[in-house]
Structure formats: structure tokens, C-alpha cells
């Protein structure tokens, strides 16, 4: 397995890479699809509760085939990469919006109306009151979010991205011990899923707050 080792980590940075990214822009389309449920207009709010439902209510592994085989026979193409990033970050936009959504909820109503009378815009009341708890209260669902999606990348070798587990599948079929590639291949899934756990536990514990 040590001979292996090197193109199974490299595999993990592609990995890695996928996840940081998918969480980046899901989280950015988290937060704009919760807003727009909560305080948008009645065709901000059905546009965004049905991007929530159709993306919740579909497998991710569909999605990905919509986007790397569907979308080429309307003449739109994306890499292989394009595609897996694309459909993680919707996948994981719609999962956030609802993280999102419950925590601004959560938030009391007299704070907006507070916000209003004081002459702030809502928009300003938004940016300044209500997202930056919200962000806080979000923060345990967040970072399981964070933990799940090095494990949901992995459906990214169906479509040839070469991430750690398409990497195990060539050292299975080169040495032909499925047993060894994929034990090493967990303990490499344990080891980064612990750590992202643990920071996130860390950064939970400082910034964790109860609204008022």
C-alpha cells in the first residue's frame, strides 16, 4: 500500500479541493435562498422554496448526471470537475438554506421591527441584526455540513474525477487487494472528517451564542 499511498493522497486533495469549494458556494447560496424564503417577495419566495424542495427531493448523484451528461444535448458542457462542483454546491445550497432559514427564524421578530423603527432599511436591518446571529446560531449544522461533504464528493468518480476514490479504484485494478485499498481509503475518510469535527467543534464552542 505504500507504493499507493502517493496517488491516494493526491486523490484526497482533489477531494479536499471539491468539498472547500462546494461548501464555499453552497453556503453563499444557502444564506441568499434562506433570506429569500424568510423576507423576500412572494416570487422570490416560490422561486426559492421550489429550488429547496426539487433539489432536497432528488438524489445528488441524479443531479450530477443531469449537469455532466444531460446539459451537453441543449449545447452546454461543463469538465468533469465543473460538474461535480456545480452539483455539490446546489446540492449543498438547498440543504443550508434550510440551516439558514431555522436559525433566522429563530431570531424574535421584535428585532427586525426594532431595526425598522430606528430607520434602517430591511436590507440593512438583514446584514447588520438578523444574518450575524443567524450565522452564529447555524453554526452546529454548518460544520456537519462542512463534516458530510468530503463523503458526498466521493460520487465524483462517476463522473471521471479523479478524486480519492476513483484513485482506489486504479490501485484495485493494478494490485487486484480491493480489502487493503479501501481500509487505507476509510481510515483516510476517518482521519479528515475527525479534524474538520474538531475544528468545527472548536470554532462552535467560541462563537456559540442564545438570541435574545
Given at each position: ?30 444564506i441568499?435562498t ?10 422570490m ?15 445528488l448523484t441524479?443531479?450530477m448526471?443531469i449537469?455532466?451528461y444531460g446539459l ?9 470537475t ?11 445550497g ?20 426594532a ?9 440593512q ?13 447555524a ?5 456537519n455540513?462542512?463534516?458530510y ?6 460520487i465524483?468518480?462517476?463522473?471521471t ?14 494490485n ?5 485499498v ?8 476517518l ?17 456559540k451564542?442564545?438570541?435574545e
Amino acid at each position: 500500500m505504500i507504493d499507493y499511498l502517493g496517488d491516494l493522497l493526491e486523490g484526497l486533495v482533489v477531494t479536499l479541493q471539491l468539498s472547500f469549494a462546494a461548501l464555499a458556494i453552497g453556503t453563499a447560496l444557502g444564506i441568499c435562498t434562506a433570506i429569500a424564503r424568510r423576507y423576500g417577495d412572494r416570487p422570490m419566495s416560490l422561486i426559492a422554496n421550489t429550488y429547496v424542495e426539487l433539489i432536497r427531493g432528488t438524489p445528488l448523484t441524479v443531479q450530477m448526471f443531469i449537469i455532466y451528461y444531460g446539459l451537453p444535448s441543449i449545447g452546454i458542457l461543463f469538465s468533469a470537475t465543473a460538474s461535480a462542483i456545480i452539483a455539490l454546491s446546489i446540492n449543498s445550497g438547498a440543504y443550508q438554506a434550510e440551516y439558514f432559514r431555522g436559525a433566522i427564524e429563530s431570531i424574535g421578530g421584535g428585532q427586525m421591527e426594532a431595526a425598522l423603527s430606528t430607520g434602517m432599511t430591511k436590507t440593512q436591518a438583514i446584514l447588520r441584526i438578523i444574518l450575524p446571529q443567524a450565522l452564529r446560531l447555524a453554526l452546529p449544522s454548518w460544520s456537519n455540513e462542512a463534516a458530510y461533504l468530503p463523503k458526498y464528493s466521493s460520487i465524483a468518480f462517476l463522473v471521471t474525477v479523479p478524486e480519492l476514490i476513483a484513485r482506489a479504484k486504479v490501485a484495485i485494478a493494478q494490485n487486484l487487494r480491493p480489502l487493503e485499498v479501501y481500509l487505507v481509503v476509510a481510515a483516510i475518510y476517518l482521519i479528515v472528517i475527525v479534524s474538520i469535527s474538531k475544528v468545527s467543534d472548536a470554532v462552535y464552542e467560541k462563537y456559540k451564542f442564545t438570541p435574545e
